[in-house]
C-alpha cells in the first residue's frame, strides 16, 4: 500500500508539471483491471439455459440489519460475509410459485453510466401473509438471497446502504389464478456477488445470569467463516 501512494503521489506531481502524461498514468489502472479478467471464452448452452433460480428466496429487512456493525464488502473474489443481524432477529425465506427472475441494464449517459438491478418473485395464492407483508412493507429496503439449481452457492443482491426497495407489487384474484407478483429495483450498476456468510434461521439462544447449563442448538458454517 505504501508502494501504492508513493507511486500515485509521484504521478500526481509528474501529472501536475506535464498534464499530457495523465491519460497514460491513471490510464495504467484499467488496463491492470483488464489484466485481472483476463480472457472471457464462450460457454456451453448448459451454463446459457434459463429457469436456473431456486424457488427459495431469502428477503432480509434492512431494519433486521446491526447497523453498528460495517456491513461486509465484497473482496476480489466477489464474496461477501455473514450480515451482522440484530439480536433476536433471523432471516424468513419466500419460496416462489415460479421461478424467480433477475436482470440488470445499464446505459451511458451525457455524465456517467445509470444501471438498474431487478429482481421478481411470484407467490402463489392469496394469503393473509402475502396480504399483510404487502401493506406493511411496500416500499421497503431489503437484502435478497439466492442461489441456483443444483448449488450450495448463495448469492447477494443489495446491501445496507443500498438495498433493493419493493418497488412495485401486483397482486391477482380472478378467473386466471391467484399469485402476488413483487418486484424488487435499486439503481446501481453493481451487480449481485457471492455470499459465503450463515444463513441465519433462528435466533440465538439466551442465558439467563448465574445458569449452570448451556444449550446448543446444532448449526453449520460456511466455508471460510
Known sequence: M????????VSAI??????????????????????????????????????????TVY??????????VLFPMPNVNREVGSIPMLSGQFM???EAHDIPTYSATG?????????ENIFTIIMGGMRDQLL????????????????????TQWFILGSVDRPMILKSFEAKNDKDGRYVTFTFRRVSIDQYCKYVGNIVTA???????????????????????
Open 14 to 55: 509528474a501529472c501536475f508539471l506535464d498534464p499530457s502524461t495523465c491519460g497514460s498514468m491513471f490510464g495504467g489502472t484499467v488496463l491492470a483491471n483488464m489484466m485481472l479478467i483476463g480472457n472471457v471464452e464462450d460457454v456451453s448452452d448448459r451454463d446459457t439455459h434459463g429457469s436456473n433460480i431456486t424457488y
Open 59 to 68: 428477503l432480509v429487512n434492512v431494519k433486521q440489519i446491526n447497523r453498528a
Open 132 to 151: 399483510t407483508f404487502i401493506e406493511e412493507h411496500a416500499g421497503d429496503k431489503f437484502v435478497v438471497l439466492f442461489k441456483e439449481i443444483g448449488t
Open 92 to 94: 424468513k425465506y419466500f
Open 203 to 225: 435466533p440465538p439462544a439466551s442465558h439467563t445470569a448465574g445458569a449452570t447449563t448451556l444449550n446448543i442448538s446444532p448449526y453449520s458454517l460456511s466455508a471460510n467463516t
Open 2 to 9: 505504501c508502494i501504492a501512494l508513493i507511486a500515485l503521489f
Open 107 to 115: 446505459e451511458k449517459g451525457d455524465i456517467t453510466t445509470s444501471g
